[in-house]
């Protein structure tokens, strides 16, 4: 059976100690995680490897936001696949809409960094989302399948059974908007049924999806309660140990 997942993504937020409180706040109230749910925290880069050491005795993984689409040499500011398993992180997100609309990344070069990401064996968290207009101009479907099959189809069925997708339309992010529970279920059922035709439906049946785009307490219930979401991607609201606590037990 597939994995449900929340992970927090902290995006470009906290300074090293407040970092390190959160963490220690999650650290206290894991014990009323929910035991069927893994959890992962995704903070800046910085902070990364302090994260794993104040981690590493209990079952919450760490991630990371990015990684280079080159294994290593002359890329000043970069960060590679391999550099991240090395201090033990799990988790690496590729494609989050932010990175494909501020930093131009494509499906092409999103396809490199998922390649070095599957050899490093970390866990990558795929983004797929379409942007407001082409909701509105009902092109959000042929949106997520280029996405799709241009960002993930090239890999064997034993890569592909190790990515997650993150279903994150870009209206939802950091706006208070979230998608209606049939909205999400719609298109999570629709990429499932994608990787179905392109893998087979055990297969498809293997991979968690996640929800992300102003997932809250208080709105997690009825997003998580459809049965081809598997968890969440939660922004502003992982900031919160508390907040972040209940969306974990939302299942
Ligand atoms: P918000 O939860 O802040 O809308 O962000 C969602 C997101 O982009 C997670 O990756």
Redesign the pocket.
């Known amino acids: 059976m597939r994995k449900n997942i929340v992970a927090g993504?902290w995006k470009m937020n906290t300074t090293f100690d407040e970092a390190v409180t959160l963490t220690k706040e999650l650290l206290n109230l894991e014990k009323q995680f929910d035991k069927n749910t893994e959890v992962v925290l995704i903070p800046p880069f910085l902070y990364t490897k302090t994260l794993v050491d104040l981690t590493q005795n209990s079952k919450i993984k760490i991630g990371t936001q990015n990684s280079a689409n080159i294994l290593e040499g002359a890329y000043t500011g970069e960060v590679s696949a391999k550099m991240i398993a090395s201090i033990n992180a799990q988790y690496v997100i590729i494609g989050?809409s932010e990175r494909r609309a501020y930093y131009n990344e494509t499906n092409q070069i999103l396809n490199q960094k998922l390649k070095l990401v599957l050899e490093n064996n970390l866990i990558p968290i795929f983004c797929v989302g379409e942007i407001l207009a082409e909701r509105e101009a009902n092109k959000h479907f042929e949106i997520i399948k280029n996405q799709l099959i241009e960002g993930t189809f090239n890999f064997s069925e034993t890569d592909y059974k190790k990515i997650v997708i993150a279903y994150?339309p870009v209206w939802?992010?950091?706006t208070g908007k979230t998608a209606s529970p049939e909205q999400a279920q719609e298109i999570h059922t629709f990429i499932r049924n994608l990787i179905a035709e392109k893998f087979g439906v055990n297969l498809a049946n293997e991979i968690s999806i996640l929800y992300?785009?102003?997932?809250k307490a208080s709105n997690a219930k009825e997003i998580f309660n459809n049965k081809d979401v598997d968890g969440g991607?939660?922004?502003?609201?992982s900031l919160n140990a508390k907040e972040f606590t209940d969306i974990i037990n939302a299942f």
């Open positions: 993504n989050h994150e939802a992010i950091g992300g785009g102003s997932v991607l939660i922004g502003g609201a």
